[in-house]
């Protein structure tokens, strides 16, 4: 039995289309329905930001306030947390001409965003992912590096250091600088955490391959086996992270005449892809139809929330953008079922209300009109 962490009160400010807006609410799911453009996406794009990043959209922060605000955006809840009732304001403010963010929880400004996972959990999907199967490889590897900083924080910090070290070894092989102490250092830096990004990454894989039950998909949504190519193949995971590194260095110095003539590192956690398979169809998701790509990444989602819920003891909060407009009515109660199940909060929006009487008295439903919300 999981702790249900939810919202109980959201207060946006000059954030998107949202002038002022407060929201009271109560454990149950919340259904945001309204015409194209209302701001429903906007709404669950606030309450992303109650996790590390740039939210679902990733946006740049001067593209979040309100066109005729004068300064920044700011968000403010009231959650039943992790670690019991917590007050989150998030937002921001011109720093030397440069918008920054800053968060306060309870009242005190905090240095990093990691501490809000302390508190509660944001998974999201949203319509722009449904091409995750045929699209490019770093739109996969950022899903699925969302999918590991769910239950690793450090993860982000981790691959924002690789790619600054990354970007330093780039630079200079292309002054033509091949000082072999000094490469070597940066080298070995990113030998650390590429290898560590990478094991970061299987580890997650293989915690989600440890839910799935055969069978289990069949009727409602289908069960994704994943894998991880492009980068350190052939090599045994399980093999001690000093010698993973040491063949990671010695593959980077081997490559430097290489990549300084490609202008760019050319292996590396950066290159490498998610490969995703429909296991009761026994195929490759990227020749799978469109509907059998979105039920296999509802299921995905569904499969990572669960795995949330069971490593944290504490479900996520979730948010599911136009999650019923392509399901017919079967599917949308299964689903709602599958959602509730979980046991945490769960926010949904659509155009018409009527898809989701599945949910009955188990969601708290809101009508959006122009940046005003109503029940």
């Known amino acids: 039995m999981t702790h249900k962490v939810f919202i109980r009160r959201l207060k946006l400010t000059d954030f998107r289309n949202y002038a002022g807006l407060s929201l009271a609410l109560d454990a149950r799911h919340v259904v945001l329905t309204g015409e194209n453009g209302a701001g429903k996406t906007n709404l669950m ?157 299987r580890e997650m894989m293989g915690l989600l391959r440890g839910l799935h039950d055969p069978g289990v998909g069949v009727g409602s949504f289908p069960s994704a086996e994943l894998a991880l190519s492009g980068f350190m193949d052939g090599e045994d995971m399980q093999s001690p992270a000093i010698e993973l590194e040491d063949r990671y260095a010695e593959m980077l110095a081997a490559g430097r005449y290489r990549d300084a003539a490609a202008g760019r590192t050319l292996d590396g956690p950066h290159r490498a892809d998610l490969l995703v398979r429909h296991i009761e169809k026994n195929m490759d998701a990227e020749r799978c139809s469109t509907g059998e790509q979105k039920a296999l990444l509802v299921g995905l989602i569904l499969a990572h929330a669960r795995l949330v819920a069971t490593m944290t003891g504490h479900a996520p909060i979730l948010l599911l953008d136009e999650i019923a407009a392509h399901l017919d009515e079967n599917r949308r109660a299964a689903l709602f079922d599958r959602i509730d199940a979980l046991g945490g909060q769960a926010f949904m929006t659509g155009t018409d209300r009527s898809m989701f009487s599945a949910l009955g008295e188990r969601a708290q439903f809101i009508t959006i009109r122009d940046g005003t919300a109503s029940a």
């Open 45 to 201: 794009e606030a309450v992303s930001f109650l996790s590390p990043g740039r939210g679902l959209r990733r946006a740049v922060l001067a593209d979040v306030s309100r066109v005729e605000a004068a300064g920044g955006f700011s968000i403010f809840s009231e959650i039943e947390g992790m670690e019991g009732d917590v007050e989150i304001g998030t937002g921001t403010e011109s720093d030397e001409e440069t918008m920054v963010r800053r968060l306060r929880i309870n009242g005190t400004t905090v240095k990093s965003v990691d501490e809000l996972t302390d508190h509660l959990r944001v998974l999201w999907l949203t319509p722009s992912m449904d091409g995750l199967f045929t699209g490019s490889s770093s739109d996969r590897r950022r899903f699925l590096d969302r999918l590991v900083l769910s239950l690793d924080p450090a993860h982000g910090r981790r691959a924002s250091d690789f790619e600054r070290a990354m970007r330093s070894r780039n630079k200079l092989l292309a002054e033509g600088r091949f000082d072999p102490s000094w490469l070597s250092g940066i080298e070995r830096q990113m030998a650390g955490l590429g290898v560590a990004m990478t094991m970061a990454r």
